[in-house]
């Protein structure tokens, strides 16, 4: 068990620039967050997936933002147009089960938009 | 819709103090509550949680009790390490929340030896 993986852990861009995001969930986890952390706050949920089917999404996910989770496994959060005020930390969370079941956290990906 | 608040930090303390970081809830139902911890530099960790009314959670020496009749998931330890300097985040998975954890903003821990 190696644990979330996140690729890259660091990402400067340019506004207007699509970046795109990896996350390796545990391997038997079939349940797979994505959160937002910006400075001095805690994080927000984005978005989640069970198995390859993304089955909620927050208010926070524009339509600039997309979520994919092919064959249930690895997912990727891509952002096209990036702005500003996307600088945050992009965090990936897996968990085995149900809704009370523990999300284990991977390292994040700093995202900075210049 | 459900929130957690907790204590706004930072929080400064000497090596062996005791201490506490209050953390209060709003959800329907009957909510799992948790505590995750950041070190510096390390994503985070699932410190302790707590399913229902009146289950204690533990680890490491923290502590913290499911209050439903207080809406309260405190975090207590009776002596601190400098190792213990770290953001901790109080948090709920809710049934309005769906399976995703709601997140207080965090407080921040610093130990002094």
């Known amino acids: 068990d190696t644990g979330v993986s996140q690729n890259p852990r660091h990402k400067i861009t340019k506004r207007g620039q699509n970046v795109t995001f990896r996350c390796d969930p545990i391997s038997e986890h079939n349940r797979l967050y994505w959160y937002r952390q910006t400075l001095g706050q805690g994080p927000e949920f984005l978005t989640y997936f069970q198995n390859e089917a993304q089955l909620e999404k927050s208010r926070l996910l524009s339509d600039r933002f997309s979520a994919e989770r092919p064959k249930g496994s690895f997912s990727t959060l891509e952002i096209q147009r990036t702005e500003q005020g996307d600088s945050a930390m992009y965090l990936c969370?897996?968990?085995?089960?149900?809704?009370?079941?523990?999300?284990?956290f991977g390292p994040g990906t700093r995202l900075t938009v210049l | 819709g459900d929130s957690v608040t907790q204590m706004e930090g930072p929080v400064t303390l000497s090596e062996e103090a005791f201490l506490t970081i209050n953390c209060t809830y709003t959800a329907t139902g009957y909510p799992s509550l948790f505590w995750y911890v950041q070190y510096p530099g390390e994503g985070l960790q699932l410190l302790l949680k707590a399913t229902k009314a009146d289950d204690k959670g533990s680890n490491k020496g923290f502590e913290a009790t499911y209050r439903k009749e207080t809406t309260s998931f405190h975090l207590e330890k009776g002596s601190v390490q400098v190792s213990d300097s770290a953001v901790y985040f109080c948090a709920l998975s809710g049934r309005q929340a769906g399976t995703a954890l709601i997140f207080g903003k965090g407080t921040t821990l610093s130990v002094s030896s």
């Open positions: 969370a897996s968990s085995l089960g149900p809704r009370t079941d523990t999300q284990y």
